[in-house]
DNA sequence: GATGACGAAATTGTTGACAATATCATTGGC
DNA sequence: GCCAATGATATTGTCAACAATTTCGTCATC
């Protein structure tokens, strides 16, 4: 009878919860690269404990985020441009198996949401909104794998994409990346209506390559080296 | 003047080198899909702390090969055979363009060193010593990636083959995997030699699905389901 | 003999204190 | 004013004790 309230007892959120929020920061760029992550700032941050924390960390230097190093502590592990470039070859290999395959598995009704969400996209073109143009091309990309089945392909794409997430974004403020993305995604839409899954794969590792050359120019032109 | 002796304070090993050895067990099969590993145990065998172990658990875990479940520990992910089916997929992809990036950047003498290494494995075959046929084909996959000098996508493919890594070993002593592995390389370095990206391509997706195949039906017959 | 309640043992989660190291500010000398 | 040595502070690494939970054996009951 005696109904102990349980009140909440929650301590603190679990070290998970923490990796998201620290993600999160890193793609927000709320946290830049060579940043030093101090215990101490986090637990405050977050509510977490120490072990948490701390568990936390070593799950994102596993997942190649952040860097651990001895009596130094974790911080956002930079990626060069050498390393992006590798990322992104990754990337193309990837997303264009799955072009091949969504072509292949894909309803009609599949294909038409694919294509309804890159009619918005052009709209926010328009708009000048790059920020939701960032969110649906997301979406649009995520979609493609759903629909595959893929869940490890997907999980791999998404880690690869984490440590340039905020460059991507800028890239959209940028220069002419919008349209170009559009007519690629463009490219990649007919093909999959015409049910070439070759095409698919060639127009998505295209695709994926043109978004690595853009990145590039972006960092000439940022740092200048 | 006091010189003090130092004397190897190492306390114990470090947290990677205990994830190291954990690792090198769950490939070798001492550790088994579902095995749950009790710290006590493990703290045994490496000498490490209990914070170290539960460091390398966490790493573990983080890279999907250990399965940490609240207040029951750290145990051995076992991967269905569907998780297996779309980590090929992502080797064929991965693998796939690395074959085609060799063709574009090998010199002469890394092709004659990749044909080596597939000629000896032919002599495994007729010494029927597959724990050697098995090595050698480690080396042959990694050089093909080494020399492309994508080292995102290589480690990668590293991690992917973790945990079919015992299945196939295994596969190397049955029915005539090895034979049909030595025609695919024949076939993946015929198209490198002519100076053929698309070629290698296809012929190395080919090879990895092959062995997928092989997997597939090694599991009905284990497990006949 | 099967089943379920109960309690002891085993195992993991959490916290705190202390040790080792790095980082920073201060001081003294040039 | 600049630079190196020095000490104080901050930060991380390590360990041990305690709490929470699961697991396993025992026993009573049917």
Chains 1, 2 share one sequence.
């Not at 959120?13 to 690269?33: C, H, M």
């Amino acid at each position: 009878m005696d109904e102990i309230a349980k009140a909440l007892p929650k301590s603190g959120p679990p070290a998970p919860e923490i990796a998201d929020w620290i993600r999160s920061q890193i793609r927000a760029s709320r946290f830049v690269p060579g940043q030093r992550l101090v215990e101490v700032d986090i637990i405050r941050r977050t509510g977490g404990s120490r072990s948490k924390v701390r568990e936390a960390f070593q799950r994102l230097a596993a997942e190649g985020l952040l860097e651990i190093e001895e009596f130094r502590g974790a911080s956002v592990r930079e990626a060069s441009l050498e390393e992006v470039s590798q990322l992104y070859r990754a990337r193309a290999a990837l997303e264009g198996i799955c072009a091949a395959d969504f072509t292949r598995v894909a309803t009609d009704d599949d294909k038409q949401q694919l294509r309804e969400i890159a009619e918005k996209m052009e709209t926010c073109v328009e708009a000048g909104s790059a920020e939701q143009f960032g969110k649906l091309n997301s979406d649009w990309h995520s979609m493609i794998m759903r629909v595959t089945g893929n869940h490890v392909i997907a999980e791999l794409v998404s880690r690869l994409n984490t440590p340039v997430h905020h460059l991507l974004f800028q890239s959209f403020y940028r220069g002419n990346r919008m349209t170009k993305a559009i007519e690629d995604h463009r490219a990649i839409l007919d093909a999959i209506m015409n049910d070439d899954p070759e095409g698919a794969e060639k127009a998505m590792r295209q695709h994926v390559e043109n978004g690595l050359e853009f990145l590039t120019s972006l960092d000439k032109a940022l740092f200048g080296n």
